[in-house]
């Protein structure tokens, strides 16, 4: 069974640019969760989708946006990028959002904005 | 504020002995955590995990022990062995909400 995918994995932009980062969950995996994890702070959560709905949302700033496709594959968006926004951008999935359920990660997509 | 702590940003052990990990929570209404492993390049990986009806789960050379009243966990790894450096996440979740994780403790088993 394949595992998580994500697409780039390595990505470098300039403040004020927008970028568009996939994932693809494991395969019979209806929801995608999106974490932001930087030095010292761990992951932090983004947003979860399930059935093309976002399900839960963590506390960033609406430049950062979210979407699940129909074959649960999902995307995010970060828009007028900021220095701040240099983090490493993991998705987990998992056959059933709610919190008892265990999440397999991605490798992640390494972000650097200069 | 973070409501999952784990306070020492690294741990170094020798081979053989025993790795403690500790996580500090502030929320009472978590009653589920988990530990993750992490190596570099790699998602993090599930480890064990401790509902909050128990206070002690393990599996194999890993141990959870939960603390309920101090607010405390900790996994004990025994014996370390060199492939368990890594960066271990500690996360926590309440019913019907999203995991909070800890900011991570990287673990260095030298030979």
């Known amino acids: 069974k394949a595992g998580v995918t994500q697409t780039p994995r390595y990505l470098i932009k300039t403040r004020g640019q927008q970028v568009t980062l996939s994932c693809s969950p494991i395969?019979?995996?209806?929801?995608v969760s999106w974490y932001q994890q930087t030095p010292g702070q761990g992951l932090q959560f983004l947003f979860e989708y399930f059935s093309e709905t976002q399900r839960n949302k963590g506390n960033f700033p609406g430049r950062f946006s979210g979407r699940q496709f129909s074959n649960s594959r999902s995307e995010m968006n970060v828009s007028t990028l900021e220095l701040g926004d240099s983090a490493l951008y993991l998705c987990?999935?998992?056959?059933?959002?709610?919190?008892?359920?265990?999440?397999?990660f991605g490798p992640g997509t390494r972000l650097t904005v200069l | 504020d973070q409501q999952v702590k784990q306070n020492s940003p690294s741990l170094s052990v020798q081979e053989g002995r025993i790795s403690i990990l500790n996580c500090d929570y502030t929320?009472?209404?978590?009653?589920?955590f988990l530990w993750y492993k992490k190596y570099p390049a790699e998602g993090p990986t599930f480890l064990i995990s401790?509902?909050?009806?128990?206070d002690k789960n393990e599996d194999g050379r890993f141990t959870v022990f939960l603390n309920k009243s101090a607010k405390h966990l900790s996994l004990h790894i025994v014996p370390s062995q060199p492939g368990d450096s890594a960066v271990y996440f500690c996360?926590?979740?309440?019913?019907?909400?999203?995991?909070?994780f800890g900011p991570g403790t990287r673990l260095s088993v030298l030979p």
């Open positions: 929320n009472s209404m978590f009653d589920y």
């Open positions: 987990a999935s998992s056959l059933i959002p709610g919190a008892y359920n265990e999440q397999f």
């Open positions: 996360a926590a979740s309440a019913r019907g909400q999203n995991f909070v």
């Open positions: 401790i509902s909050s009806i128990k």
């Open positions: 395969s019979g995996h209806r929801s």
